[in-house]
């Protein structure tokens, strides 16, 4: 699939589908890839557009200047790039807070928002999280995949582990992936979030945005974000109970229907 030249960034991006253009926003440690549990209840509906943010995936050089602010201004090239006026965006994590600085910044591009899993707080604890799979990472053989092992309770919902096969199912996968973003960029990427820095104001958010939490999320405090959101004047929120903080992989036919139904009715 193609890729967008930018100045000090070669950003690898899927697209397929047909209808409407929507535009998926990975969150942490994640690229186009994280979507695909999506893909075939999308794809049917809207033309999807997935960018590898920087440090991950295909995008190129893995250790490009990246912030935060520089993933934003890579979506929009993007946008630009494929001739999308408007757009419909869904971002999980730190994909939300992408969505949410470029509804802010710039309104007249985003016909609807859908942030999932995801809040505009800050999480010291989801941080130190991140530092210490990355230590595990660093400590040796070993430790890919043992840092693989230690994330899957953060992110997946109690369902997931009651298959005991799922647990392996999703590390040989992890592990057999040939894109699977490396430590030293996943170092990258921690400072990234760490140094973020909104550019726009929540309550400047003028499009149609339902957030969707997880109601098994240890990662974001859904009661901190659920206040924050209430700045937004045109809000629809909801949850998915059973859900973990990765929910696209624990609900993607729950999360895909509250994208097309939002879609449709915004």
């Known amino acids: ?36 549990p999506l893909l075939p209840l999308l794809e049917p509906h809207f033309t999807v557009i997935r960018p590898d943010n920087r440090t991950t995936g295909r995008s190129t050089p893995w250790d490009a200047p990246v912030t935060v602010a520089h993933m934003v201004d890579d979506a929009i090239a993007l946008l630009d790039h494929l001739g999308h006026d408007k757009v419909h965006i869904a971002g999980h994590s730190m994909g939300g807070l992408m969505g949410m600085e470029i509804a802010g910044l710039h309104p007249d591009k985003v016909a609807s928002l859908s942030i999932l899993a995801s809040g505009p707080v800050r999480i010291p604890r989801g941080l130190a999280m991140f530092e210490s799979l990355l230590a595990v990472r660093r400590c040796g053989p070993g430790g890919e995949e043992a840092w693989l092992r230690a994330l899957y309770p953060w992110i ?61 999320d240890l990662i974001i405090p859904n009661d901190a974000a659920r206040d924050a959101f209430r700045a937004i004047p045109n809000l629809t929120q909801s949850e998915i109970a059973t859900a973990g903080h990765s929910i696209v992989w624990d609900a993607p036919n729950e999360v895909a229907d509250k994208i097309m139904h939002f879609v449709q009715t915004a």
């Open 1 to 36: 699939m193609p890729d967008l030249v930018r100045p000090d960034l070669s950003l690898h991006y899927e697209i397929g589908g047909d209808g409407p253009p929507l535009l998926l926003l990975a969150g942490m440690l994640s690229d186009s890839a994280t979507w695909a």
């Open 156 to 216: 997946f919902g109690p369902a997931f582990f009651e298959t005991p096969e799922n647990v392996e199912t999703a590390l040989g996968a992890a592990l057999a992936y040939p894109h699977a973003q490396s430590a030293d960029a996943m170092a990258l990427q921690i400072e990234a979030l760490r140094g973020f820095r909104p550019r726009s104001k929540i309550g400047d958010i003028a499009c149609p945005v339902q957030t969707v939490f997880a109601g098994e």
